[in-house]
């Protein structure tokens, strides 16, 4: 018999590498979450509500530091924004916590499920049940606590809520709203979970609105007709929706999972996968575009300026944050009077001084005055001290006794040395008429 030629048979078609969304997912899962526990804990970002101050990028900033502030919010607005405008709401399936911790306690519940089963497989069903939800709560209880703990710390400084916490303090704001955000987050991630994303969220609403024909959206594209009619992608959405009716449902985070789902299982049919990534409804898929800057999203104008403005407001907030200075001081001439004469022929100018350590540390403000020979100032202490956050207003006076060559408006410079910290105030010395001087 003759032996059939394997090498004339026709070439399986190639299939594409498997995407692992959810692997990608999983791991950016874990990297945000770290970075949820820890960001309090090292000023990286904080409203520090008691106290009044705003903790961004290790800087202690005061609530009135304006520029800041300013820039801070409005880059994250645009951070906020550009995401949606770009990537439509990969924030929801990959970064946010509300997802992050919802899908964690359903892959919590199933496992606890199932060990139950293992354990007792001759328990009646719904004592099964019952022994595996009280389980989970228990669990939830203590995970609420701890992410409780972890949100409030953003407001308020994290040892201060450890001692409330230690405490049992339910007396005071803290105290209470430590008690309600725990109970929320136990309600929220026992019975609410994914469904607070279609129902609670206002970003699902707000993403509707910023999305264009050039936003990323996960689409169904079938133009051969090759869909097998599985149902796989259905049943592994967590959010309980049919990609395939339309790219644009409100439920849909664009996590991807229903690409995995297809993916796998027409690769089986040596066939690639239905669902993709797309730039748009009828847009390039992502996985096919050539260039890197396209690939990011990076499209049109609207997305050049979009990031422009987004990297403008980083700058300006980069700016700001490199020209604070620790100690903060406001020196202006008082002239209700404009000059005082002594008894000795001494001439006294009076000033109005503030400062502010917007520090964490006790530090010192010494002043000196240069340009009039022989001038002093009048202050109590030289150098001032100033505790952390401390903020002093006085009044002092600066004498000098009439000089050669002194007019009725003399320039000086007051100077202040606070740490590695040096200012200098340029003011004037004002003198009476020369006839009237001693
Ligand atoms: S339709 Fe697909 S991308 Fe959208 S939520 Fe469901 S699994 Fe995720
Ligand atoms: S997983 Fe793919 S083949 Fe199966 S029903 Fe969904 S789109 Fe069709």
Known sequence: MATPDLSAAPAPPAVPP????????????????????????FD???????????HFAGQELLINEFAIIFFTLMFLLFVVVGMSVVYGRIYCGYM????????????????????????WPKLPAPRRKLLSQ???????????IVLAFVFISYFVEPRDLFVRLLHFDLQTAGGISGAVVTLITFLDFAFLRQRFCTTVCPYGYLQGMLVDNQTLLVSYRD?????????????????????RKSPFQIECVHCGECIDSCAAILARLGKPGLIHYTWGEHGSIVAEESSWWRKLGIRDTKRVVVLLV???????????????KTVLIQLQPVRAQLYRLGDDGTIYNKFRLKLVNRGSTATQAAFAVQGIPGARLTLETNPIPLAAGETRELEFEIAAAPFP???????????MQAGTEHEQFDQTFLMPPEGKRR
């Open 18 to 41: 498997l995407p692992h969304y959810r692997r990608t997912r999983k791991r950016i899962h874990l990297l945000c979450f770290l970075i949820f526990l820890i960001l309090p804990f």
């Open 44 to 54: 990286v970002m904080r409203f520090d509500l008691p106290r009044q101050r705003f």
């Open 96 to 119: 946010c916590p509300q997802m992050i911790f919802s899908e964690a306690t359903l892959e919590v519940e199933n496992w606890i499920r199932k060990r139950v089963t293992k354990r």
């Open 134 to 144: 009280a389980a989970l709560y228990l669990l939830l209880a203590a995970a609420s």
């Open 223 to 243: 133009e051969a007709h090759e869909c097998i009619e599985c149902q796989r992608c259905v049943r592994d959405c967590m959010m309980g929706i049919d990609i």
């Open 310 to 324: 987004t990297l403008f407001y980083l700058s300006g907030l980069t700016v700001a944050l490199s020209m604070r």
């Open 405 to 415: 060559g002194a007019s009725d408006v003399n320039h000086m410079q007051v100077t």
